[in-house]
């Protein structure tokens, strides 16, 4: 509840697109960019999504890239520090309440085969159910 999350967009004076996150006090104080925008971070085709959401413990920031072809998700801590990508193919659904983890829907060359559980730390995923789920919410 101290900070909000959201991005930040429209057009630089010299015409380029830029779209990137931030976070602002939730009085509208110390606004922070997270990350360059991402021309500025050699994503020349890449632009970061207004899709994000907190860890349970408010430590980290999953977000979504898009680019001309696919997209794919990235985790971050809050201050914009440590962002790793996820492995191509982890669609998340929500995060576990330890914010270490959370449920995604699995896939395979076919297509999807059933909702998992992926490790931040690891990068692996352990398959828990043989359903494909389009959303989930975690209800402790």
């Known amino acids: 509840g101290r900070l909000l999350a959201y991005s930040i967009w429209g057009w630089k004076e010299n015409g380029e697109w830029v779209r990137t996150i931030a976070v602002v006090d939730q009085n509208g104080d110390n606004l922070r960019v997270l990350l360059p ?8 085709t890449q632009f970061l999504q207004d899709a994000y959401f907190w860890s349970p413990d408010g430590r980290l920031i999953l977000f979504r890239i898009d680019t001309d072809f696919e997209q794919h998700f990235a985790v971050m801590h809050a201050n914009g520090a440590n962002m790793r990508e996820l492995p191509k193919g982890v669609d998340p659904l929500t995060w576990l309440p330890d914010s270490q983890h959370f449920l995604v829907s699995c896939y395979n060359r ?26 989930a919410r975690w209800i402790p």
Do not use: N, Q, Y
């Open 110 to 135: 076919e297509g999807p085969v059933g909702a998992c559980v992926f490790d931040i730390a690891s990068g692996k995923s352990t398959r828990v159910a043989l359903t494909h789920w389009l959303s």
């Open 37 to 44: 925008a991402p021309a500025e971070a050699g994503m020349d």
